[in-house]
């Protein structure tokens, strides 16, 4: 069965500084791996994915994210906060064919605070 | 594209009642998906169309829970004998078969008081 740990609940980092958000999954095959933001009383917005094309994947609004295969990782990366990234981050798996359902398994979130 | 529009955007109901929940996807799109997210926890699968086909269904759905797209196109979400644990948001998700990551709708936050 997939599953993905995100660890730490809350991260806080002051607005300019480096953002790092880690999720480690569990899968059995050759994942596929997402990144969502959600900002409060709205949905989830795809950040980016990795689908095996490229080890180091770039998203929206400046973020990306890095598979390692050998730690089972895909840490989410961006380089300098801005207020606006305050938000929940969700990391989430799915299956691939032929299996694939398109169904995602999630984190249970982290919440990023951007300090001015 | 006018994106997933989920109808309503909130819902109070008294313990026990009834409720039913709206999802337009994306016209072309033809998977649609539905999740339920509790207070401080990632989405959780609920269940799956392919047009008009209901291929998924999570355990979570419990028998006071169905789901239907006739037509293929908008879907229902009912929940009878509504419970306060049912309290969540409702979020409805559509994609083209293959594609990864899907458009997700703002969602229904249902509260049961």
């Known amino acids: 069965a997939q599953s993905v740990t995100q660890l730490g609940s809350h991260v806080s980092v002051s607005e300019g500084a480096l953002v790092l958000l880690r999720c480690n999954y569990s899968?059995?095959?050759?994942?596929?791996l997402f990144w969502y933001v959600q900002y409060p009383n709205q949905g989830l917005q795809l950040l980016l994915k990795?689908?095996?094309?490229?080890?180091l994947v770039k998203g929206i609004n400046g973020f990306e994210a890095e598979f390692k295969k050998s730690e089972t990782s895909f840490h989410l990366t961006k380089p300098s906060a801005h207020m606006s990234d305050a938000a929940e981050y969700f990391c989430?798996?799915?299956?691939?064919?032929?299996?694939?359902?398109?169904?995602?398994?999630f984190g249970q979130g982290t919440t990023l605070q951007v300090k001015p | 594209d006018t994106g997933v529009s989920q109808d309503p955007r909130h819902k109070i109901t008294k313990r026990g009642q009834n409720v039913t929940f709206r999802c337009d996807p994306i016209s072309e799109h033809n998977r649609l998906y539905w999740y339920r997210q509790t207070l401080g926890q990632g989405p959780e699968f609920l269940t799956y169309?392919?047009?008009?086909?209901?291929?998924?269904k999570s355990r979570l759905l419990s028998d006071r829970f169905s789901a239907e797209r006739p037509k293929g196109s908008f879907s229902t979400l009912e929940i009878q004998r509504t419970e306060q644990g049912d309290s969540a948001m409702y979020l409805c998700?559509?994609?083209?078969?293959?594609?990864?990551?899907?458009?997700f709708g703002s969602g229904t936050r249902l509260t049961v008081v």
């Open positions: 899968s059995s095959v050759p994942p596929y």
């Open positions: 989430a798996v799915s299956d691939r064919p032929p299996g694939n359902t398109g169904k995602l398994i």
């Open positions: 998700a559509s994609s083209l078969p293959g594609q990864l990551g899907y458009t």
């Open positions: 169309f392919q047009n008009e086909a209901q291929l998924e």
């Open positions: 990795y689908t095996s094309a490229a080890t």
